[in-house]
């Protein structure tokens, strides 16, 4: 299924979540298999601004569908997304610190 964006700001929020979801848990794969100090440090700098942008954009994309009146699928699917990060984050954080100890 091929996913058309219509507004640019839906595009941006699903591929920055997009992004994310798979940069993480390929970061979380390679301590798995690898665990070190050197990755541990770089999934958790990539963690942190990761919260912060992807609040912004889920903020952004609700604002936007406020602003024009209706909110659309393409909306709902792009904040559902940005939205299904938070567990995964969560998740592979507890993976990670369980496995320090």
Known sequence: MKTT???TIT???WYAALF???FGIL???IYYIYPNEVSLQFGLVHLAPSIVIHLILLL???IHALS???ATIEHLHSISFI???IPVACGCF???MLRGF
């Open 94 to 96: 507890i993976l990670v």
């Open 68 to 70: 024009i009146r209706k």
């Open 83 to 85: 939205l299904f990060n």
């Open 60 to 62: 952004a994309v609700i």
């Open 5 to 7: 964006f219509s507004y």
């Open 27 to 29: 970061q979380v794969l």
């Open 11 to 13: 595009k941006i929020g």
């Open 20 to 22: 994310s979801l798979c």
